[in-house]
């Protein structure tokens, strides 16, 4: 191993470990919560460092953001029915598991203000995989339906129910029956 692959490979985890610290910080204490001079105290290297991997935090909550789109399109790729359930609403369960045990994860990647195009060709492929999951979900009721418009708004109403859900504005006792209504509208 060169020197050269080494120092690539330290500084790439030590991008990694700040984007972990970031996560980890804004889990525990909120977004607010997350700035360069602590991030620095935790990750124990100094401000100058982060500034050598990222602009400022909005760069490190738009990694953050990115990273998260992978996990949660690994997360609705494993997403498997059940005996008598529909792909959809296997994934809309996944979607909303993912946002409930991910909170400050899910508050980055669709809640923060980042600079991700979404719904372009010049969005990350993290991006693009997770909305293909969502996509291969709908597609067997879409019908004649556009498809992408369809996911778009099954997208919308997951997003709405997580959000809610979390800022605790929906009843919590009837999240099953929600869902019961979200998968009669896809008909």
Known sequence: MTIQNRRERERAERHQLIIDAARELAEAEGWDAVTTRRLADKVEYSQPVLYSHFKGKDAIVREVAIQGCGELARHLRKARP????????????????????????????????????????????????????????????????????????????????????HGKRLRPDHHLDRLDLVMGLSR
Do not use: C, K, N
Not at 96 to 115: G, I, N, S
Not at 118 to 133: K, M, S, V
């Open 82 to 165: 059940a005996p008598g359930q529909s792909r959809l609403r296997a994934t809309a369960e996944a979607y909303l598991e993912f946002a409930r045990e991910r909170p400050a994860l899910y508050d980055a990647m669709f809640v923060q203000q980042v600079d991700i195009p979404f719904g372009t060709d010049d969005a990350p492929q993290e991006l693009r995989d997770a909305f293909g999951e969502l996509v291969a979900a709908v597609e067997p009721v879409a019908g004649d339906r556009d498809l992408e418009t369809l996911t778009e708004v099954f997208w919308s109403t997951l997003h709405g129910i997580a959000t809610l859900t």
